[in-house]
DNA sequence: CCTAGACATGTTGACGTTAACAAGCTAGCG
DNA sequence: CGCTAGCTTGTTAACGTCAACATGTCTAGG
């Protein structure tokens, strides 16, 4: 069994002074005589005190400690993500409690279930597309601050996310303006928002160019379905440039591709979205948007601080925009 | 600024009973009636009780939390790890604290100095390179239980790690069974123990079949050096086998091949280390080790309960099995 | 020499929870 | 009817910290 540690009140015994004078030194505040201080910094460090945060926290009416739910951390953006948030609250003097949605299997629910159901977060951060909640039958505590990373405009919590339409409008068009009658769009599942926002956009950007809109093509992020798509897709040569809707999807897409022999991007530019870091060393090297994640977790922990310290708060949905980045997957079509 | 929420005082209040009695059905305890557990579970849904976490770990001496100290989630290793911890700890009633080392230029140690200094979690499970924390100057309390994930036993703490010996072993096996005269090896950083330990396996298992031990070349995990290693590697003819030490420098260096003409496993077969969901969908696919990460995860976190638990421990260190996948980027090489 | 004010230090109580103990009630049995 | 056993419920105190207030000490200025 665990002892409890060494207390403000063995300190003060220790260095002869009341509880009150250790906890000031604890806390660097000012009106501490230097001699005693030295004096309590010596006797803490000779009983290994450590500043009970369970004390502070019930004392303080706060835990300075951020909640992030999230499904699961395979896919890149969500890492992404989460390491940015992880960073920023870290630096703004937060710790971050993950909240892991386990597996259907597992109880799917009860893990952060239970967990939200105790006070020791003082605001959550949602990285998973915020209707799961709902069908994971997750109820949010009610006076509990909420930012949520994803496009979804359902929910009237503080939102940030990457500007997904601003993304597939310029990956789109990269490939019109090299010359492209058309652009076909491997998509995520339609159960994201992200996925669906990217969709519409890549829709409406060949709209406003008076480009045919070809048949929507759906993976589920993965490279293995970017690579079963890519099977059917290399098999028409009408396909000259595709853009998917991530670059895992694209690398299985370029397989396919390879596997076919059809030549990238001789025969068929590819674009994808994230610019993960190995997208540069796909081959050919990736034609990619890339994501800044930092920023949007900068962002995220910036919009939860605010909506900690105020009372009301109108919030505006922050968009961080993308930026596309050229490398060899895209040419101009072949003449002819 | 936030409110308190509602206490037990609360509930009791509402519920006309004392404090000890919202307590117990709170914490499920039998000895209470059950028209009255009925009151106080409807007193507390109508002032929306939620227990503070705070108080419960200051009375019971115990927070119900781990700490996880890592780097940055960026590589793919350490990300699949930390998820499997988090599934893991949730499972059993566990929460996870992040507690990143921030960059040098945000102030690297104080993060989890300041973290690790207050009393907020049972334990901590380790996920960098052991000796970053010297590095670091990051002094782990004592007392508190350490489990490292990382193959360095110069750690008198209990250790988790994938058997990387093992894993080296099978993949410079593999290529040698092929009828490669030898393999090349693109290693890891040298900082890093699991790099070290897949060296030096690869060095035994080359000596034990008496092949000659071509010179060692270095990257720092990343696909950007694996191609820069490979533009050297596919100038000499002489290299027909490469065992990587990740998929990512894997990634690269085929890369480097295919601008370099040389084929794949044709003229240079290729095997990597870790098996990400997207080596399968490499061109060609990649002959890779598999590690089971979500095993390393759940071992880790029983060794630290266990470590909680009880009084004393002799800890031997516990080693995940590799597998190696074989898939379409080795062959025998050509004749001749 | 006296007093105001600045500064150092100490005392008290409350944050929310729950273990330990105490008290009250009912049922069963000789 | 009296006594005990078993159950429900209540009271008290303590976990470690720190704001608020109280007290004590020293210095400067009239």
């Known amino acids: 069994?665990?002892?409890?540690?060494?207390?403000?009140a063995d300190v003060a015994r220790l260095a002869g002074v009341s509880g009150q004078t250790v906890s000031r030194v604890a806390n660097d505040r000012p009106n501490v005589d230097t001699t005693t201080r030295d004096r309590v910094l010596a006797a803490m460090r000779e009983v290994g005190y450590r500043p009970n945060s369970a004390a502070r926290a019930?004392?303080?009416?706060?835990?300075?400690?951020i909640g992030v739910?999230?499904?699961?951390?395979?896919?890149?953006?969500?890492?992404?993500?989460?390491?940015?948030?992880?960073?920023?609250?870290?630096?703004?003097?937060?710790?971050?409690?993950?909240?892991?949605?386990?597996?259907a299997d597992q109880g799917k629910v009860t893990g952060a279930f239970t967990r939200l159901q105790e006070q020791a977060v003082d605001?959550?951060?949602i990285l998973i597309e915020a209707h799961q909640l709902d069908e994971a039958e997750i109820h949010l505590p009610e006076g509990l601050p909420v930012v949520v990373v994803d496009s979804s405009a359902h929910y009237d919590y503080p939102i940030v996310d990457t500007d997904q339409a601003q993304g597939a409008r310029i990956a789109t068009e990269h490939l019109l303006d090299l010359g492209h009658s058309?652009?076909?769009?491997?998509?995520?599942?339609?159960?994201?928002?992200?996925?669906?926002?990217?969709?519409?956009?890549?829709?409406?950007?060949?709209?406003?160019?008076?480009?045919?809109?070809?048949?929507?093509?759906?993976?589920?992020?993965?490279?293995?379905?970017?690579?079963?798509?890519g099977r059917q897709l290399a098999a028409d040569p009408a396909v000259t440039a595709v853009f998917a809707a991530n670059d895992e999807m694209a690398l299985g897409l370029l397989r396919a591709l390879h596997e076919e022999g059809r030549s990238v991007p001789g025969d068929v530019s590819v674009v994808g979205f994230d610019d993960q870091e190995s997208a540069a060393q796909f081959w050919p090297p990736l034609t990619t948007v890339r994501q800044f994640f930092p920023e949007v977790g900068r962002r995220a922990v910036e919009a939860l601080i605010a909506e900690l310290g105020a009372e009301e708060h109108h919030h505006r949905p922050v968009s961080v925009p993308t930026e596309l980045v050229i490398r060899s997957s895209t040419a101009p079509p072949r003449v002819g």
């Open 1 to 8: 069994m665990r002892r409890r540690g060494p207390s403000i």
């Open 58 to 65: 019930l004392r303080n009416g706060q835990f300075r400690n």
């Open 69 to 103: 739910i999230v499904f699961e951390l395979s896919s890149f953006g969500n890492t992404r993500t989460f390491n940015a948030v992880g960073q920023a609250a870290t630096a703004a003097g937060y710790a971050i409690n993950l909240i892991p949605l386990l597996d």
């Open 123 to 125: 605001g959550i951060i």
């Open 182 to 229: 058309t652009v076909w769009h491997l998509g995520g599942p339609p159960t994201s928002f992200a996925a669906t926002r990217r969709r519409r956009s890549w829709e409406e950007t060949l709209a406003a160019r008076g480009c045919p809109v070809p048949p929507l093509l759906v993976g589920d992020w993965s490279a293995a379905s970017g690579y079963a798509v």
